[in-house]
């Protein structure tokens, strides 16, 4: 454990303007709060955030990380407040110190929305001054580096895990190879701890298999870089354990089938000189096609460059070569603290300066429950990457397996809503297309145009994927206020009384909903009754019954005469239905495919709104005895509005050469669009087939039967209710 004198002259070494009495006063009270408290290893508790400290002054933080080292855990885990250390050291330190201190008082209802939370105001803090992270990481490690005490095999997992989702990501968008690679390998050996000593276990094989092989392609490199007259540095490292087992998990393949398990860095002075070099490699051994990146010209998106390349080198060995300067080495290895200085003071520690912390912040407004925040920042940050350029040339770095839907709200969150399509390399492609290194994409809108819930089975980032589901959310709350708006003036009608605000504010205030529109959203789910309502409005009248007996008045002994029928009071009662957001608080039945024009009633199902059915759908049978679930419907549709509804065919075609295109032809011809189709029945002489169509309405489905029937290959067509 480092002694008090000598953490103090560490930091002095590099800042010889430190305050020493700062450094020595947080040293006491740290020491004296954690008193007597111990370790799951049995050390004194105050060894650990000495440690931290210590790793902290290896990346020369200035005296105020040091400080935050010493005191991070004393508000969580001692009896010390915040207002006890701005007292003593100051708003600045307090500041931080709070940032890395979990919500240690939290009540929530699971361990999930626990670390949700924590990790939610740990996010905040970071983004103030990012020396919270940089705390934060020095903690986890040193952590890491002591789990294999802690007894209990699950919170080990648990707890490594959390490293591998969290914080080795954190520690890579900072560019902290060091704190990656380390954390990455630790939490490994409790993640997967067989494959990491199967892998070290077949290193050591190798290694005794062909000797130093690392010293001697290190020494051939130089040899051939000598007489360049260019000043090189070259390193040899074997790949670490974790980074092989996802090399073989990524491509599918065994140990032994791997040959690039060698890393080589080649650093040179100038950025000139990384490219002289590379010419010199290239030119004495064989590049592997493909594995050729060029960091420098189009630096990763936390600011790593270098330029990579495979080569089948000396010995034949395949091996990846990193050309770099030594500034680029030394961000490599170090990160943003490579570029830290104890002068920059608070200028040079705002979070908001990295990007993908304002990508992460964008998530957090997004997200409806710390829950869904943690998923979509896991999502966003553990990931590899790929370049893309926009028209006017700006780089923008996805995960692999992005899609041009990725890219768009990457750019910008109005742009990704108002996505219709994607020209790559100038081609108009699907929206689901994964994006290749180097593809030029131009993201085509419309100022109308809304994302689209199934965007959320393929894109690939957090932050699209909770952009979605917010707009999602905001589009399915206004379709059920919309729905709820029409029921509640349906039933304040047949109830003989008149809308009033003053009727909502009773409702809004007996059934404590925060606003109207929350009583909307209520009736439109199903989750609040249109008798609940009318009792709220107008209690002892028996309002709520006359408004519940509506719907059963169009229900004489067999509702399927006169429910939804397009003539009487039903229809100038009932509720109107666009069905132009089908599937959020409209839906239409799959059993009977109703369409405009088409006898309609609905049926509530409670907090999924409204099933649409035509009036002789067998299966409104089952709601024979739930009266109170049936809603009298008509459909409203806007003429100068295009809108597709699913009608469905069965038709039997004769199995000659061309019946096939022929029947798509008639529906092409006549403006209907196949959305699916399924063979049902076939044999030597005849198809039978269930055929979905995209059609206007009733009138326009009827037309292309007629078409079809008329088309000699075709022996019958009929429309499919059930």
Request: proline residues 4%.
């Amino acid at each position: 454990m480092i002694r008090q004198y000598e953490l103090v002259e560490k930091v002095s070494a590099y800042d010889p303007a430190t305050d020493e009495d700062l450094l020595n006063r947080a040293y006491v009270f740290s020491m004296r709060a954690h008193g007597t408290q111990k370790r799951a290893s049995g050390d004194p508790y105050f060894s650990h955030p000495l440690e931290v400290a210590g790793i902290l002054t290896d990346y020369r933080l200035d005296c105020a990380t040091i400080v935050t080292a010493l005191l991070h855990d004393t508000v969580e885990d001692t009896v010390a407040t915040l207002e006890e250390i701005e007292g003593l050291f100051g708003h600045e330190i307090a500041g931080l110190v709070d940032g890395v201190t979990k919500l240690s008082q939290i009540e929530l209802s699971s361990e999930a929305s626990r670390e949700a939370e924590n990790f939610r105001k740990f996010l905040l803090a970071m983004s103030n001054d990012i020396r919270v992270l940089l705390v934060k990481l020095a903690d986890r490690l040193h952590n890491m580096r002591t789990l294999h005490h802690i007894p209990r095999l699950e919170k080990r997992r648990r707890i490594a895990a959390e490293t591998m989702e969290i914080y080795a990501p954190l520690a890579e968008r900072l560019g902290m190879q060091r704190f990656k690679v380390e954390l990455e390998d630790l939490a490994f050996s409790h993640l997967n701890g067989e494959a990491r000593d199967s892998i070290i276990a077949r290193l050591k094989f190798l290694r005794e298999e062909t000797g130093d092989a690392v010293a001697r392609v290190t020494d051939e490199l130089r040899r051939t870089l000598a007489d360049t007259g260019v000043e090189t540095e070259v390193i040899g490292r074997e790949k670490t354990p974790y980074s092989i087992w996802r090399k073989m998990e990524r491509q599918n393949v065994s140990f032994e089938q791997l040959s690039d398990i060698i890393a080589f860095r080649i650093v040179v002075p100038e950025i000139a000189d990384c490219y002289q070099v590379l010419g010199v490699v290239h030119g004495r051994y064989r590049v592997v096609p493909g594995r050729f990146k060029d960091f420098v010209s189009t630096p990763k998106r936390n600011g790593y460059r270098s330029i990579h390349t495979t080569l089948i080198g000396p010995e034949r060995q395949r091996i990846e070569v990193q050309i770099r300067t030594r500034e680029m080495h030394d961000f490599a290895e170090f990160g943003v603290a490579a570029h830290w200085s104890y002068k920059q003071g608070a200028n040079g520690a705002d979070g908001l300066d990295y990007r993908w912390l304002q990508e992460l912040l964008e998530i957090l407004d997004h997200a409806s429950s710390p829950e869904e925040f943690l998923e979509h920042t896991k999502l966003e940050m553990f990931q590899d990457q790929v370049f893309c350029f926009t028209p006017k040339g700006d780089v923008i770095a996805l995960p692999r397996g992005a899609t041009p839907v990725d890219l768009a709200y990457a750019v910008h969150t109005d742009i990704g809503d108002n996505c219709v399509g994607a020209k790559i390399n100038g081609r108009v492609l699907p929206l689901d297309t994964v994006l290749r290194n180097g593809d030029q994409v131009e993201v085509l809108r419309s100022k109308t145009a809304k994302p689209n819930p199934g965007w959320e089975d393929f894109v690939m980032t957090g932050k699209a994927r909770s952009a979605i589901r917010r707009s999602v959310r905001r589009t399915e709350r206004e379709e059920y206020v919309r729905l709820g708006h029409a029921i509640a003036e349906k039933a304040f009608r047949e109830a003989g009384h008149e809308m009033t605000d003053k009727a909502l504010e009773r409702i809004q205030t007996v059934l404590r909903q925060k606003s109207r529109d929350d009583v909307f959203e209520g009736l439109g789910m199903g989750q609040i009754g249109a008798r609940t309502m009318m009792h709220a409005a107008f209690p002892g009248e028996g309002a709520g019954r006359r408004a519940m007996g509506a719907i059963n008045r169009v229900l004489p002994a067999r509702w399927r005469a006169n429910v939804g029928g397009g003539n009487g009071r039903g229809e100038d009662h009932a509720v109107p239905i666009r069905g132009h957001v089908p599937g959020m608080a409209v839906h239409f039945a799959p059993c009977c495919h109703p369409l405009p024009g088409d006898r309609i009633v609905g049926i509530v199902t409670r907090g999924k709104g409204v099933m649409v059915h035509t009036i002789d759908c067998v299966s409104l049978e089952q709601f024979d005895e739930e009266d109170e679930r049936w809603l009298d419907v008509r459909w409203d549709i806007d003429p100068d509005t295009e809108q597709a509804h699913v009608g469905r065919i069965n038709t039997v075609v004769a199995n000659e050469p061309g019946a096939l295109s022929n029947l798509a032809s008639v529906i092409a011809r006549n403006e209907g669009n196949i959305s699916n189709l399924r063979i049902t029945t076939r044999n030597p002489h005849f198809f039978e087939m269930l055929i979905d169509i995209e059609v206007e309405d009733v009138k326009h489905l009827s037309n292309i039967i007629t078409a079809l029937r008329a088309t000699p290959q075709i022996n019958d067509v009929r429309r499919v209710r059930g």
